[in-house]
């Protein structure tokens, strides 16, 4: 019982290693990128942001507005018209500090993460990496950092637009529902609104967008040669990203809140 | 600069490697244009991948261009295998590059040549092997012998030292062999030093090409 928990218990930190590593590697790669493939390594870097960045923005903004809709919705029910403070407080709470990253890194594991574990354990199985490999390309520096820094960048911006959106949503229900005012939701707002929010959301978003990358480029590279690989390489991406949320989660509200 | 005492491309010496009974020991002599015969492709596969040092081996020496490839480290292995191109079976394609992002790939990757010279570089290889398909199309809508064509140009485009043609012709119609061992041919003769090594699981395959050296897989083992 206790050596398979201990067994547990170091595979858990060799994983944690390697996915670290993943990403300590990834920015080591970008310092010598104008050594080696500048030019191949942008592009799969700028059609990472592309697919998971600009094309996950429509569903990234009909869910930021249902979601501010329903926040302001909530907060009025419980809190009061007149508690314009209040509402306010909660609302840069909820959506910059926990929804706007948190549901963003979701959509993104649902939609890219998926893709990214897909793709590499398909390019595993095909020998694709071996061929790179002969090439004298590095895996680790055509595919895996464009890829971790790509989904990085595009889970901030699209960060940046959902709390923006959510925002805007919650306002305009409070001004239709209940003719809250613009000076009445700004002050509120803008009165919890500091930059320091604003950095932590985004390096919330950011951590999230490494690791979700790092994780998922992890799992496709990890597959045997086998295509039964290549769907168990997605659920566990999806699966490992996801804890990895809420433990990036926990350890950012330790450091950066109490 | 490195002394080069190259009287071989590359030398196995009493290679084995763990959980396969085979031996190999064999020389391909620098500058040759040769074959190396073996019974089956997952033979030459792993002559490919231990060549290249893409897999371990467990007793022996391997010199490639005159390099002890276990003790290269990671970029010095990356180093040698620039200087050495290899012709997959399947063309060796990257299934999310279009055929002609796949042949300009390594020049892009390595070289610090100008967009445009890339560019023209690419156009002339794919008009020496004849390759008529679409220059975006993906490799999953090519043909084999597409595949390969642009496998081949992809192999010549940075005028390798050393190159290995692994399994080109199977499942191919007559005149596409004749046409590719054309090319290859050309290709070799082009430039004095130049090895170029045709691995085969197929002996019909021999009669396409006139080599000057061969290498038979005997019994367990490989013998030049």
């Given at each position: 019982m206790v050596s398979a928990l201990t067994d547990k218990l170091i595979a858990a930190i060799e994983y944690l290693y390697d996915v670290v590593a993943m990403v300590i590697i990834a920015f080591r790669n970008c310092l010598f990128i104008a050594h080696h493939g500048t030019r191949p390594v942008i592009t799969v870097y700028l059609r990472q942001v592309y697919f998971t960045g600009l094309e996950a923005v429509k569903i990234i903004l009909v869910i930021s507005l249902i979601i501010g809709t329903i926040i302001i919705t909530q907060i009025i029910s419980i809190?009061?018209?007149?508690s314009a403070s209040v509402t306010g407080k909660v609302i840069v709470w909820i959506?910059?500090?926990?929804?706007g990253p948190m549901l963003t890194a979701i959509i993104v594991i649902a939609r890219s993460g998926t893709a990214i574990a897909t793709e590499l354990s398909q390019m595993k199985i095909g020998g694709e990496i071996e061929y790179l490999e002969a090439l004298g390309i590095s895996p680790a520096n055509y595919l895996i950092m464009p890829r971790i820094m790509g989904v990085a960048t595009a889970v901030m911006a699209l960060t940046i637009y959902f709390e923006v959106i959510a925002l805007s949503g919650g306002f305009l229900v409070a001004s239709f529902?209940?003719?809250?005012s613009w000076d009445q939701f700004s002050q509120g707002v803008f009165s919890v609104l500091t930059i320091n929010e604003l950095v932590i959301s985004l390096v919330k978003s950011a951590l999230f967008g490494l690791f979700i990358a790092a994780i998922c480029c992890r799992q496709g590279l990890k597959?045997?040669?086998?295509?039964?690989?290549i769907p168990q390489s997605a659920t566990k991406g999806v699966m490992q990203s996801l804890f990895m949320l809420f433990v990036i989660d926990g350890i950012m509200l330790l450091f950066f809140l109490l | 600069m490195r002394e080069r005492a190259l009287d071989n491309a590359i030398q196995f010496q009493d290679v084995t490697v763990d959980g396969h009974k085979e031996c190999y020991s064999f020389a391909v002599p620098y500058g040759s244009f040769s074959s190396l015969i073996s019974t089956r492709q997952v033979e030459s596969d792993r002559i490919v991948q231990l060549a290249l040092g893409l897999l371990k081996y467990s007793t022996g020496t391997i010199l490639t261009i005159n390099e002890n490839v276990a003790a290269l480290t990671t970029e010095e292995l990356n180093k040698l295998r620039m200087r050495i191109s290899v012709v997959f079976?399947?063309?060796?394609?990257?299934?999310?590059?279009?055929a002609w992002e796949n042949l300009l790939l390594p020049l892009e990757y390595h070289?610090?040549?100008s967009p445009a010279l890339i560019h023209e570089r690419g156009l002339t290889m794919l008009e020496r092997v004849g390759y008529n398909g679409e220059?975006?199309?993906l490799p999953g809508h090519m043909s084999l012998y597409e595949k390969r064509l642009v496998g081949v140009a992809r192999g010549m485009i940075s005028d390798p030292e050393l190159i290995l043609y692994n399994n080109?012709?199977?499942?191919?119609?007559d005149s596409e062999k004749e046409n590719i061992s054309t090319i290859i041919t050309e290709f070799h003769r082009e430039k004095p030093g130049r090895t170029s090594l045709f691995m085969t699981?197929?002996?019909?395959?021999?009669?396409e090409v006139a080599f000057d050296y061969h290498v038979i897989l005997k019994g367990n083992e490989f013998h030049g």
């Open positions: 809190a009061g018209v007149g959506i910059v500090r926990e929804l529902g209940w003719h809250v597959s045997a040669r086998s295509v039964t690989q | 079976p399947s063309g060796g394609l990257i299934s999310n590059l279009k070289s610090k040549l220059l975006l199309a080109i012709f199977d499942g191919l119609t699981s197929n002996h019909e395959a021999l009669k």
